[in-house]
């Protein structure tokens, strides 16, 4: 695929949640003797970038350059957050300190391969509207300038519906492509993005649909490509591959290509951030959703948010051919 050589020239500009990501790795030999749950003897500790700054990381990875603006707390884990991004290639620039909130930190507890329990750090209290117009102001920059923007959403108080509506109506008139990783019920504020990319149960629930409907699927796709005025929604299903439902054409399937699926962390950072660097190098929908779920793949197969490359996708590419 030549679109892969133009991912070098290709800048993304990635709006979200950004997450640390700390992993406690550890094996387990027995049942503690004070409640019926497993001992886990921890071997060791590593942090990776987490939500937005996991997708900000992939765009890196695939050989593109990323811009990333979050939030971030005036805390310990805040502090940390310039040299886990320096180790994925991405810059903490654009990274706004709140003062007195939390950074948002999942502790995920590992052993034998399994994750065990994990543990949130998080807020997801509404920005004062003086923290609003800072983050604004860090963003308006660098819309005009990109090849395509991403909306990496966990609902932690950081992405406004007045925030959205701002970034989304600015894009569009600059010509740049909106992709949005959704979260919650209320798609609204999504409206007139480029587009969408929830799972199966996040689709059901933005429509009042219960999962096993069905044809859940092809119902939900197409009504939120029409009442949310999108250009195209890419339906995620595990297992079952993503579906690409476009204001033109039929419903276009793809079956997944993982070989065996150990940790779905991060699938979805890397199925928007491989969308949005295709999409921004000139490929057409069709394509772009090819290579995400070839990179989707990938990403299944290992534990953690891993962040692939543009070389492993090649290679990935090449074989599945």
């Known amino acids: 695929m030549n679109i892969l050589d133009s991912f070098a020239n290709t800048k993304v500009l990635v709006i979200g949640d950004v997450m640390l990501d700390r992993y406690w790795w550890g094996n387990v030999s027995r049942i503690s003797p004070e409640a019926p749950v497993p001992v886990v003897k921890m071997d060791n500790m590593t942090l990776a970038a987490g939500g937005a700054a996991n997708v900000a990381a992939n765009v890196y990875g695939l050989g593109a350059t990323p811009v990333l603006v979050g939030i971030i707390g005036d805390d310990t ?6 040299d886990v991004l320096s180790k994925v290639g991405v810059s903490h620039e654009h990274l706004i300190t709140i003062a007195g909130r939390p950074t948002t930190v999942k502790t995920r507890i590992i052993a034998h391969s399994q994750q065990m329990a994990r543990i949130d750090q998080e807020t997801d209290a509404n920005l004062s509207a003086n923290d609003e117009e800072s983050v604004w102001s860090r963003i308006e920059p660098h819309i005009k300038e990109s090849h395509a923007i991403v909306i990496s959403d966990y609902a932690k108080g950081f992405l406004s519906d007045l925030l959205l509506r701002r970034i989304i109506d600015l894009a569009n008139n600059s010509g740049v492509s909106v992709l949005v990783d959704p979260k919650g019920k209320d798609y609204t504020k999504y ?5 969408l990319t929830p799972n199966r149960r996040e689709a059901a629930d933005a429509c009042g ?3 096993n409907t069905q044809q859940m699927v092809d119902i939900a796709g197409n009504r939120l490509l029409t009442d949310l005025d999108l ?4 339906i995620t299903q595990g297992e079952d591959g993503m579906t690409l439902f476009r204001k033109s054409g039929e419903p276009f399937h793809l079956n997944t290509l993982a070989r065996e ?10 199925v928007i951030a491989s969308l949005a660097v295709a ?14 779920n070839t990179a989707a793949g990938l ?23």
């Open 191 to 195: 409206c007139a993005a480029s587009l």
């Open 279 to 292: 999409i921004g190098s000139g490929a057409d929908l069709e394509t772009a959703a090819k290579i995400a």
């Open 261 to 270: 699926v150990y940790d779905v962390t991060g699938a979805g950072d890397t």
């Open 77 to 82: 884990e805040g502090e940390l957050f310039p």
């Open 299 to 321: 990403v299944v197969e290992q534990v953690g948010t891993t962040a692939i490359t543009v070389t492993e996708l090649r290679k990935a590419i090449s074989d599945n051919s």
């Open 231 to 234: 250009d195209s929604v890419l």
């Open 209 to 211: 649909l219960e999962e």
